[in-house]
């Protein structure tokens, strides 16, 4: 028999012996523990960031002029940037310790590559570092968990697919464990579905080293934006975290998973029927009634897997509860695992179309959001954290009795955050559609509502200063333990055999426990495959397991997609719906850039009270030119769907001076910059070429002489807002063509369309139109500002 020992790049000895017959290869291995360490140090720095923000925007809400009219400081720009960090900053480098940590003993393998671990941690952290820069200072799609602009997309899809997906496919083919276990499924569907997820709704067309506009549109966008916004709750905030908890915590409670095969049926229906869920998100909007009934009834159907998970998490402490009351561990998880029972309960209670028309819009989404995020998310990351850290700096925590302080703050925190919240949501659900008996609105007035839940509001700071209390007992005490750590850190040498690539599986045959029973020989069959031996031989294959997922990921949304996209009927055309002039465009891109859309939506749904209130109800086919589309999720403010034509010119530019001039008692800050920095015109050009690169028609005066259009435009403008008693020279800052979008939103539907000047082309034109479709738009030499005007007179 011969033996031989080798080394590898970092670390890895390897002897193998050859018998004659059959070679048993012994390797010896280290686990790279450096790697864990820098991600959870990371997740507890940008834990205290994220939450800090969360707080200072509690804050701003309340009392907006605290920020002195900075704009850099406003809620609208640090609103995403929250959200950012607490999901991407916070959660993501939560998610990769657990990933790290659990990867390596779970393949008895470390990491393929210790140079990609190193590139995708850094990669990582510069990506967080550039969406704390660019999200102030206004550079933002306005996409809900996706607004970074397109060159760190480019950046986010290259450290997540290239370096973190390819280092942790490469493990799974090089480990020592021959079956994969339960966490690292999660993780696998994890890696693949955030890839497509972020790929596809992140396709733009670039206008600029900071601004892209989606080549979706209206309606396409709003679909888009909702399969990824819904699913990255889903494959960021949920399928990582439950690997996490089927890895942590049996550890924690020195117990097995409760159930093998229920672990197998929550995974696969969970992949398969979460990523339908998402139109929900647009009930009663322009989205076609067809893809809202489908995403309410799979959300529907997602009720069972999700609290299959939540069952299973809960009963792995089976025979290990009494540890509950004296490990601050175990607490953290519990508490966790019950917070995601609750929100995967009202999640799908949230989706039926009744229920959804009056929490839509309201305060109650950001209650059942913080549920989630503070207990699900944030209960298990300290879980993971607080039984990592002894063992990651190899001492014990430094004091037990501030990790159960931290639980304590840290659960009232959340319990003080979202009850009020949710009674917030409750009392706007309730004055938005109160009506008296003559019919009318019970308080017509939009700020009315507001001003009635700003207590509210306060009692969430109050519960989030409490939680961010707790992030930084954690800080405290993970620093006190590293300060206790060993001079120099123990890295045990593990040794376990090489896989061979012949496998030979010894499991006894499956016999059904019916064998003997007079059933058919159907029955037999079902009952062996319902014992799931077929899924431990997927469990031996990483590449297979992988194919499958993504399999079940691409159908399904597949078969919302296609119809989405290439139903003509999803999105019928209306003619006198015009692109944005040039002008009208760079406003937009300024409301879309001082993150206007955090509290103000554009859309008007067909509910009495909404009619009432804001006007028609929205039609597709007033979305074609919208890039991204900009239906909102929330309302701090009113719908501005209609707004053209609402007000007069200086009433907006009052308005974004000082809103408490116009609007008593109204919470947004003042906009002050818009009216003394200067407006670009020459920087417009850039967008109107993306635009009509996208599909909007625009003249040859409008895409060659760009800056000269929208100049006159605003000079016309200028001219009003004079004449109404406002200051001169207005034309030349930002806020006019800011004026001009607003100004435009909404009045198209009621525009009407000009008669061609010559006849015989009309007629011709009109006749192709018929052939082609009946409702396809001519075009009209009409100056874009006369037609403004126009637009004015003929709104009602």
């Keep these: 028999m011969a033996t031989a020992t080798s080394t590898n790049s970092h670390g890895d000895s390897a002897m193998s012996s050859d018998s004659g017959t059959e070679e048993v290869r012994l390797e010896q291995f280290q686990y790279d523990d450096g790697i864990v360490r820098l991600f959870a140090t990371a997740t507890i720095f940008w834990g205290i960031v994220a939450t800090l923000v969360g707080l200072i925007v509690a804050v701003i809400l309340v009392i907006p002029w605290v920020t002195g009219g900075l704009p850099w400081f406003s809620f609208a720009r640090l609103r995403p940037l929250h959200t950012n960090a607490a999901i991407f900053a916070f959660a993501g480098n939560g998610i990769f310790a657990a990933v790290y940590y659990s990867t390596q003993r779970l393949c008895k393998a470390r990491m393929w590559s210790d140079v990609l671990s190193r590139l995708h941690f850094w990669g990582w952290q510069l990506v967080i570092v550039l969406a704390a820069v660019t999200l102030p200072l206004g550079i933002t799609q306005s996409r809900e968990y996706a607004e970074l602009e397109w060159p760190i997309d480019i950046l986010i899809a290259v450290v997540w697919l290239f370096i973190f997906g ?65 699913n990255a709750v889903a494959f960021f905030l949920t399928t990582p975290f439950l690997g996490l908890m089927y890895y942590f915590l049996p550890k924690a409670a020195e117990r097995p998973v409760f159930s093998y095969k229920l672990s197998i049926i929550h995974f696969w229906s969970l992949v398969f029927i979460y990523i339908w869920a998402g139109p929900h998100h647009l009930h009663y909007t322009a989205l076609p009634e067809w893809a809202s009934t489908l ?244 469990e031996r294959l990483p590449v297979r397991f992988t194919v499958f997922t993504t399999i079940a990921v691409v159908v399904a949304t597949l078969f919302e997609v296609i119809p989405t996209f290439l139903i003509r009927s999803n999105v019928p055309t209306i003619a006198t719906v015009k692109p944005y002039t040039p002008l009208e465009l760079a406003g937009r891109h300024i409301f879309v850039s001082e993150g206007c859309y955090n509290c103000h939506s554009q859309m008007i749904r067909p509910i009495v009270s909404e009619t009432k209130r804001y006007g ?143 006849s015989a082309e009309a007629t011709e034109g009109e006749a192709e139109a018929t052939e082609s479709d009946e409702e396809v738009a001519t075009d009209s030499d009409v100056p874009q500002s006369d037609a403004l005007a126009m637009n004015e007179t003929s709104h009602p």
């Design 166 to 230: 390819g280092n942790f496919l490469m493990t799974l083919i090089k480990r020592r464990e021959r079956h994969m276990y339960v966490a690292l499924w999660f993780y696998i569907a994890t890696i693949v579905t955030v890839a497509l997820l972020h790929v596809f709704n992140n396709l733009v067309i670039p206008a600029g080293w900071f601004k892209g506009y989606s080549v979706y549109a209206g309606v396409q966008d709003a679909f888009m934006q909702w399969w990824y916004g819904h």
């Design 616 to 758: 028609e109800y929205s039609k597709p086919g007033e979305f074609v030119y919208d890039r991204p589309f900009q239906w909102g999720s929330r309302r701090i403010g009113p719908d501005l769907a209609r707004e053209g034509g609402k007000q007069s010119s200086f009433w907006h530019w009052t308005h974004f001076e000082n809103p408490e001039n116009v609007s008593p008692g109204s919470v947004m800050p003042a906009y002050g910059h818009l009216l003394t920095e200067d407006m670009n015109y020459d920087a417009i050009a850039p967008h109107v070429k993306a635009a009509a690169f996208l599909g909007a028609e625009y003249t040859d005066e409008e895409l060659n002489n760009t800056a000269e259009v929208a100049y006159k435009q605003a000079e016309y403008l200028a001219a009003d807002i004079v004449a109404q008693g406002g200051p001169a020279k207005a034309y030349e800052k930002q806020a006019i063509a800011l004026i001009a979008y607003l100004q435009r939103v909404g009045v198209d539907l009621f525009a009407t369309e000009e008669p061609a000047e010559d």
């Design 295 to 538: 995403g309410m009834l799979f959300s529907l159907m997602l009720w069972m897997p999700s609290w299959g998970g939540m069952i299973n998490g809960l009963l792995t402490l089976r025979g290990a509860w009494h540890k509950v009351a004296a490990d601050p561990v175990l607490k953290f998880f519990v508490v966790g695992v019950t917070f995601y029972g609750m929100s995967t309960f009202e999640g799908p209670m949230l989706s039926i179309k009744s229920i959804n028309a009056f929490t839509h819009y309201t305060d109650w989404t950001i209650a059942h959001v913080h549920s989630g995020a503070l207990g699900w998310n944030g209960f298990m990351t300290f879980g993971m954290l607080y039984w990592l850290l002894p063992r990651l700096f190899q001492t014990k925590m430094w004091s037990d009795k501030l990790v159960s302080l931290h639980f304590w703050t840290g659960t009232i925190g959340i319990l003080l955050y979202i009850i009020p919240i949710y009674a917030a949501g409750l009392m706007q659900g309730w004055m938005w559609r109160a009506m008296d008996d003559t019919g009318h609105l019970m308080y017509p007035d939009f700020i009315e509502t507001t001003q009635n839940i700003v207590p509210l509001w306060w009692l969430r700071v109050v519960g989030g200063l409490l939680y961010v209390s707790g992030m930084l007992m954690l800080g405290w005490n993970a620093l006190q333990t590293w300060m206790t750590r060993p001079a120099e850190y123990e890295n045990p040498v593990h040794t376990a055999p090489r896989l061979t690539k012949q496998y030979t599986d010894h499991t006894p045959a499956a016999t059904s426990p019916i064998e003997e029973a007079p059933v058919l020989e159907l029955g037999k069959k079902v009952s062996i495959w319902s014992q799931m031996g077929w899924h431990r031989r997927w």
